[in-house]
């Protein structure tokens, strides 16, 4: 009786287990689809954006070129100082001007701002390819995300062991909310006004609130598959 007993609840563990998993993917086929497709999203190999950053009153010009999981550089214009963030294969580099505490000279990243540039080589989020990224995906249900909408709360764990939080919005399947801690700091951002760019959905606002306090980005123009010079991303002598 008791080995009959072990082996049924046994099964619906499993029966559970399979279950989630079911409803994980088909959320991802879903999210997937609402972006335009994963034929679309796979053919993608760079992205030009250009946005404005509103920070503390400030409205802050920046452009960013990525090749798709290889390399990136994103440059701000800060009160008529460059502030320059590149990423090549495996290594980072950055011009930070002295009135943010930089020197104006290209240094090397920390390990902790490399990784943390390098997550956004993937311009289409944690969930496009998800098991080929080594990457594991929970769903921790349904839920409010404000008075009006619901969200699917997925938990994500990266190949590094890392975790994170991501919400769909429950009628769209697009990403709504991201929040993750990094360096002993949580941070939240929301994606909001989705627009219609080659075929593909992308945010054109971007909400971020941290301990640093509320950032604002909104992209103004952005490109797919446009020609890239990649000597951009290689560190200049100094």
């Known amino acids: 009786m008791k080995t009959t007993k072990l082996w049924a609840a046994t099964v619906a563990v499993l029966l559970s287990v399979a279950a989630q998993a079911q409803t994980v993917d088909e959320l991802v086929d879903k999210h997937i689809a609402a972006m335009g497709g994963l034929d679309k999203l796979n053919g993608v190999k760079t992205v030009v954006s250009e946005s404005s950053l509103a920070v503390q009153g400030m409205e802050i010009p920046s452009k960013s070129v990525i090749v798709r999981g290889k390399s990136m550089r994103s440059e701000s214009t800060v009160m008529g100082n460059s502030m320059v963030q590149v990423v090549d294969g495996t290594t980072g580099w950055k011009v930070m001007p002295a009135m943010m505490g930089g020197t104006g000279e290209p240094q090397d990243m920390t390990a902790d701002e490399l990784k943390q540039m390098t997550g956004q080589l993937d311009p289409f989020g944690a969930l496009v390819n998800y098991k080929d990224k080594g990457y594991k995906v929970e769903l921790v249900g ?97």
């Open 142 to 238: 349904k839920e409010p995300l404000d008075k009006k909408h619901d969200g699917y709360h997925l938990k994500i764990t990266d190949k590094d062991g890392s975790t994170f939080d991501e919400w769909l919005d429950a009628n769209t399947y697009l990403v709504a909310k991201i929040k993750r801690t990094m360096n002993g700091q949580t941070g939240e951002i929301g994606l909001d006004d989705y627009q219609d760019v080659q075929g593909i959905k992308v945010p054109k606002t971007m909400s971020i609130a941290g301990a640093m306090g509320s950032i604002t980005m909104t992209t103004e123009k952005i490109n797919f598959n446009a020609p890239v010079d990649e000597s951009i991303f290689k560190k200049p002598a100094k």
